[in-house]
């Protein structure tokens, strides 16, 4: 179903290789691989983002846990040093399936974490709503940061992805050659930039989404663009048994915090960590206070697999 390939170790990680089950090659790191770790977290960052969009967070966490945690990060298909797929494929559902090749591939039995920024969130939520026979770990702990559960084309900049557009612009990427598309895409960019910069208290939001419409991740951005418009996980929420703490920032005009509220009143217990000051992009504009809910979901969930030890 998949293979795995490692290359030479770096400075306090290994570099690996994934074969997702339809032949997507994922460039993973894997923190603590060799050790005898007590946790393990894996780390899922946003569209047009790469697992280096952690690194704060990485650091933090080595810091406070050191070598009783095993840490696992990767780029989504698509993105970063990962292959690219068909744009078909290009959905949070295959992203799910993506997590459960990895976290097979890298022989992964808990317990563990899954944090999730914006689009990582997502992919998180997805998984959780599979089938449990297709969920290779269940996960004692989740960290759901800028993120939703659904209705993202009702909400903030998000409204941009209902109209007829999104589709219209997944099949001009998917039926047209590359260097035409490459024409094509800067009066696209045009377009969308003058709709972003007239909004209000514009964030790093959009223009991260303005340099992936100037570069080769196009496809990646149009693919998701529509998947991300069909999107909806709410029927999971309620079903969620980890212990869950949600991060939300006032000025985040991609995900409001109305999808944080969703999130923290219908999951079970979740703990709502709102930042007054922050947007969008809280690994960098926050990132203590995204360790910090790390650390927070990773303590309790340790505590209650400690006492459930004790007690047996």
């Known amino acids: 179903m998949f293979a795995t390939y490692d290359a030479a170790p770096t400075v306090g990680h290994r570099e690996r290789t994934i074969v997702t089950g339809d032949g997507v090659r994922l460039a993973v790191r894997d923190y603590g691989a060799n050790r005898n770790t007590e946790h393990t977290v894996v780390l899922l960052h946003g569209l047009c983002l790469t697992q280096d969009s952690w690194a704060a967070q990485i650091r933090d966490l080595v810091q406070e846990w050191g070598t009783s945690i095993r840490i696992v990060t ?12 068909p744009m078909h494929t290009y959905r949070i559902d295959r992203l799910a399936a993506d997590l459960a090749d990895v976290l097979s591939a890298l022989k992964v039995t808990g317990p563990l974490t899954i944090a999730g ?10 998984y959780l709503g599979r089938p449990a026979a297709d969920r290779p770990v269940e996960p004692s702990g989740l960290v759901l940061v800028a993120t939703a559960a659904g209705k993202l084309a ?10 007829p557009a999104t589709e219209a612009l997944f ?7 590359r260097f035409v598309t490459e024409r094509a895409v800067k009066v696209i960019a045009n377009t969308f930039s003058d709709a972003l910069l007239a909004l209000p208290g514009l964030d790093e939001t959009a223009r991260t989404a303005l340099a992936a419409l100037s570069t080769n991740t196009l496809t990646t951005a149009a693919g998701f663009l529509l998947g991300l418009k069909r999107y909806d996980r709410y029927d999971t929420l309620a079903s969620i048994t980890a212990t869950t ?3 939300s920032g006032a000025t985040d005009f991609a995900t409001p915090v109305a999808h944080a ?25 926050e990132p203590q206070r995204v360790s910090a809910a790390i650390n927070r979901a990773l303590s309790e969930t340790r505590s209650a697999e400690n006492g459930l030890a004790t007690a047996s």
Do not use: C, F, K
Request: glycine residues 12%; without cysteine; proline residues 3%.
């Open 74 to 85: 990767y780029d989504h298909r698509g993105h970063g040093r990962s292959s690219s797929a």
């Open 117 to 126: 920024h914006s689009m990582g969130g997502m992919t998180a939520l997805e």
């Open 154 to 163: 009702e909400r903030g900049i998000g409204r941009l992805i209902a109209t």
């Open 171 to 177: 099949e001009i990427v998917q039926r047209t050659p």
């Open 245 to 247: 703490v949600v991060v």
């Open 261 to 285: 509220n969703d999130l923290a009143a219908t999951i079970n217990g979740a703990v709502h960590m709102h930042i007054p000051a922050a947007g969008h992009m809280l690994l960098q504009e």
